[in-house]
């Protein structure tokens, strides 16, 4: 019998105390991983099996079939070098070329669908008398982190070769009426006929995503799922969860556990973003329930997690972010594991308890073990506020100038701003006045590449305060 997504009336999911079991698990990780880097220098600390595959080796492919080896390693340089020459392109080449990148790399068939429900909605502002470029960018923008968050989670790296190509393509001038005819050779994009066949990088990718299957077998499933999704990428939520509940009855129809786990997963993140928090935390776990993808647990834990700790629930907040710390390690997602561990520490920071701090030298640890430059940056922050928090301004400096030297690597100016304004306000606690006023400063310059008025009103004022 099918179960209707507006009637889900299961208690939300509680996971017991899993702290202890996950210190131990992460102690034996670490010196696992300690014994195995020793051991075997080249091999990837963060995969069990795979071959590390560093994301330039894959750039490097990606980059042969461009005109000229021109590469994508450092956009802003190539924008500049090209706008120098030319630096027009129409919307219409650089849609074609985002296609035949999705191609290259061997998308598979729910991401390409996911991918080109974000060009369809580009596509269809490019045929309007006045595109809206902010749209057309947003999604296009969207469209790439998809492309890239396959890349990384199939490569076991962060990759950004796919965004950092669209930003380059940003900082020229580009004619948002679509025009076919309209070709600037010095953007062009060719994919030889072996690259998208033979590629040894594309036959590695396609043969882990096969043994993980990330669509529904069957096909009326999976376009029920597709148009699903699809009204979600439109910000139609009722008519989406409405198609959903008919993709969650044909999934009950075909006992597909795995899809109907990520149908609820999908109307959980409907609910969450419009504040039905109860539906959410329904939805989330009936999700849980149905899976035995580490991904997706982990997804939902993290999900409810954050509602509760919104809601100032702190014991079934931090009894999620356990468990998805423990999901995360499954699923080899170190960025995560990081995450949540930052904030059980910061919800114990916040009661002053100092066990806070065994919390944050974990998070620290394993993000220092990704190239994950905001999550770096997010956990010196945090450790920042904590040492604040608790008196110890030496300590406090230290983190905030962490954050801020990753935070800039990342291009983060508006973190950026912030970590300088919180270390301002800490030499302003010790009356050293000019080196307060150095920071705010600092913070001010940053704070004028964003559009957070508030900011940088604030840091304007402490500023007039100590002239």
Same mark, same amino acid.
Not at 381 to 392: L, M, Q, R, T, V
């Given at each position: 019998?099918? =179960?209707?997504?507006?009637?889900?009336?299961?208690?939300?999911?509680?996971?017991?105390?899993?702290?202890?079991?996950?210190?131990?698990?992460?102690?034996?990780?670490?010196?696992?991983?300690?014994?195995?880097?020793?051991?075997?220098?080249?091999?990837?600390?963060?995969?069990?099996?795979?071959?590390?595959?560093?994301?330039?080796?894959?750039?490097?492919?990606?980059?042969?079939?461009?005109?000229?080896?021109?590469?994508?390693?450092?956009?802003?340089?190539?924008?500049?070098?090209?706008?120098?020459?030319?630096?027009?392109?129409?919307?219409?080449?650089?849609?074609?070329?985002?296609?035949?990148?999705?191609?290259?790399?061997?998308?598979?068939?729910?991401?390409?669908?996911?991918?080109?429900?974000?060009?369809?909605?580009?596509?269809?502002?490019?045929?309007?008398?006045?595109?809206?470029?902010?749209?057309?960018?947003?999604?296009?923008?969207?469209?790439?982190?998809?492309?890239?968050?396959?890349?990384?989670?199939? =490569?076991?790296?962060?990759?950004?070769?796919?965004?950092?190509?669209?930003?380059?393509?940003?900082?020229?001038?580009?004619?948002?009426?679509?025009?076919?005819?309209?070709?600037?050779?010095?953007?062009?994009?060719?994919?030889?006929?072996?690259?998208?066949?033979?590629?040894?990088?594309?036959?590695?990718?396609?043969?882990?995503?096969?043994?993980?299957? =990330?669509?529904?077998?069957?096909?009326?499933?999976?376009? =029920?799922?597709?148009?699903?999704?699809?009204?979600?990428?439109?910000?139609?939520?009722?008519?989406?969860?409405?198609?959903?509940?008919?993709?969650?009855?044909?999934?009950?129809?075909?006992?597909?556990?795995?899809?109907?786990?990520?149908?609820?997963?999908?109307?959980?993140?409907?609910?969450?973003?419009?504040?039905?928090?109860?539906?959410?935390?329904?939805?989330?776990?009936?999700?849980?329930?149905?899976?035995?993808?580490?991904?997706?647990?982990?997804?939902?834990?993290?999900?409810?997690?954050?509602?509760?700790?919104?809601?100032?629930?702190?014991?079934?907040?931090?009894?999620?972010?356990?468990?998805?710390?423990?999901?995360?390690?499954?699923?080899?997602?170190?960025?995560?594991?990081?995450?949540?561990?930052?904030?059980?520490?910061?919800?114990?920071?916040?009661?002053?308890?100092?066990?806070?701090?065994?919390?944050?030298?974990?998070?620290?640890?394993?993000?220092?073990?990704?190239?994950?430059?905001?999550?770096?940056?997010?956990?010196?922050?945090?450790?920042?506020?904590?040492?604040?928090?608790?008196?110890?301004?030496?300590?406090?400096?230290?983190?905030?100038?962490?954050?801020?030297?990753?935070?800039?690597?990342?291009?983060?100016?508006?973190?950026?701003?912030?970590?300088?304004?919180?270390?301002?306000?800490?030499?302003?606690?010790?009356?050293?006045?000019?080196?307060?006023?150095?920071?705010?400063?600092?913070?001010?310059?940053?704070?004028?590449?964003?559009?957070?008025?508030?900011?940088?009103?604030?840091?304007?004022?402490?500023?007039?305060?100590?002239?």
């Amino acid at each position: 019998m099918g =179960l209707n997504l507006n009637s889900i009336y299961q208690r939300p999911y509680f996971v017991q105390d899993r702290r202890n079991q996950i210190k131990k698990r992460e102690d034996e990780e670490r010196s696992a991983s300690n014994a195995q880097r020793e051991e075997q220098p080249d091999q990837n600390s963060k995969s069990k099996g795979l071959q590390y595959v560093d994301t330039s080796t894959y750039s490097s492919i990606y980059n042969s079939n461009i005109k000229d080896q021109q590469t994508v390693t450092y956009p802003n340089e190539v924008a500049t070098a090209l706008a120098q020459r030319n630096p027009k392109i129409n919307i219409a080449q650089i849609l074609k070329d985002f296609k035949n990148t999705a191609i290259a790399i061997g998308t598979p068939a729910e991401l390409k669908e996911e991918v080109g429900g974000y060009l369809a909605l580009i596509e269809k502002q490019v045929t309007k008398e006045t595109p809206n470029s902010k749209i057309i960018k947003s999604n296009l923008k969207n469209a790439a982190s998809i492309l890239d968050n396959y890349i990384s989670e199939t =490569l076991n790296k962060d990759s950004k070769v796919v965004e950092n190509w669209v930003d380059a393509l940003f900082l020229q001038q580009i004619d948002f009426k679509y025009d076919e005819e309209d070709i600037n050779s010095a953007f062009l994009v060719k994919f030889p006929e072996e690259t998208l066949n033979r590629s040894e990088q594309t036959e590695e990718i396609q043969e882990k995503v096969q043994t993980t299957p =990330l669509i529904p077998q069957d096909e009326e499933l999976k376009k =029920l799922f597709i148009k699903a999704k699809k009204m979600t990428y439109a910000n139609k939520p009722k008519e989406a969860i409405l198609a959903f509940q008919t993709a969650l009855n044909r999934a009950n129809e075909v006992s597909d556990k795995e899809t109907q786990s990520k149908i609820f997963l999908e109307v959980g993140k409907i609910y969450d973003e419009h504040d039905y928090l109860a539906q959410a935390l329904k939805s989330y776990n009936q999700s849980i329930k149905r899976t035995t993808d580490c991904n997706v647990k982990t997804r939902a834990h993290y999900s409810m997690a954050e509602i509760y700790n919104d809601a100032n629930q702190t014991e079934p907040a931090i009894d999620h972010y356990f468990s998805t710390v423990s999901y995360a390690g499954e699923a080899e997602n170190l960025s995560v594991q990081s995450k949540s561990l930052i904030k059980i520490a910061n919800i114990y920071s916040d009661m002053y308890e100092k066990k806070a701090f065994d919390y944050y030298e974990v998070a620290d640890t394993i993000a220092e073990e990704t190239d994950n430059l905001k999550i770096k940056g997010y956990v010196s922050s945090s450790i920042g506020d904590a040492y604040d928090k608790f008196g110890d301004s030496p300590e406090a400096l230290k983190a905030y100038s962490k954050a801020v030297k990753n935070y800039i690597e990342a291009d983060s100016p508006q973190k950026v701003a912030q970590n300088y304004f919180n270390a301002a306000g800490i030499m302003l606690d010790h009356n050293y006045e000019d080196k307060a006023k150095g920071l705010l400063e600092k913070a001010q310059k940053f704070a004028q590449k964003t559009d957070d008025i508030s900011l940088m009103t604030e840091i304007e004022n402490t500023l007039i305060s100590i002239s």
